[in-house]
């Protein structure tokens, strides 16, 4: 157990929906990342955010947003979904402030699939 | 977009023999990561080495960095069933510093 926890485990949802991915991440990390797998794009970075802030973007598309709360904890919001939006979401957490990157722990992921 | 390229894409061996996986990467890093992802579960971290440092070592596993030719070996040995999974190189980037970028990893299967 990584000490992350994502919810939910598992989504269906139809295309044109809205869904929110749930993190909190391990006690004491201040960092939260987000990343999307796929099978045809492998394991992609999409944000990262520090103790509230935004720290570092990636491969996230506009109808994508994420926010961390004054608790730490972390939701990503997938809107107008699309087929192609079908996907495990990975949320990880670790200590680090952004400079330089050291471990991180990731959750055991939310299934999305979009129908 | 992948920072990391992993060699071979799949290896099946026997139990008790070493496996051994490659990977190359495109810029300067601060620390090369190692990452085990059993089937749709979540990444494990493995091993870390730092830019600095040439070979490191932890239980069964050895990781060798080399930062002239941008390339890291992971070796397993005596590999065991239990060790079947993906296993995937991870880049800090010294130009990011605030991310991972994972390569496309390694498919390991140990048939006992």
């Known amino acids: 157990d990584s000490g992350v926890t994502q919810t939910p485990k598992h989504l269906i949802t139809a295309t044109g929906q809205r869904v929110t991915l749930r993190c909190s991440p391990r006690s004491g990390d201040l960092s939260v990342y987000w990343y999307q797998q796929s099978l045809d794009q492998g394991l992609q970075f999409l944000i990262q955010?520090?103790?509230?802030?935004?720290?570092a973007k990636g491969n996230i598309l506009e109808r994508f947003s994420a926010q961390q709360f004054p608790d730490l904890h972390s939701e990503l919001n997938l809107s107008s979904l699309e087929l192609g939006d079908s996907a495990l979401y990975f949320c990880a957490s670790s200590a680090a402030s952004g400079q330089g990157v050291g471990t991180i722990y990731f959750g055991e992921g939310s299934w999305l699939t979009v129908v | 977009s992948q920072q990391g390229e992993e060699d071979p894409q799949a290896l099946s061996i026997q139990e008790g023999e070493n496996a051994t996986m490659n990977c190359s990467y495109k810029?300067?890093?601060?620390?090369l990561q190692w990452y085990r992802q059993n089937s749709g579960r979540g990444l494990v971290h493995l091993i870390l080495i730092r830019s600095n440092e040439r070979e490191k070592h932890s239980g069964r596993l050895r990781v060798t960095l080399d930062t002239s030719k941008k390339s890291s070996s992971l070796l397993i040995t005596a590999s065991r069933a239990a060790d079947t999974a993906s296993y995937f190189c991870a880049t800090d980037e010294e130009t990011s510093g605030s991310r991972l970028t994972f390569g496309e990893g390694t498919q390991l299967t140990v048939n006992p």
């Open positions: 955010y520090y103790n509230g802030e935004e720290r």
């Open positions: 810029t300067s890093i601060n620390n």
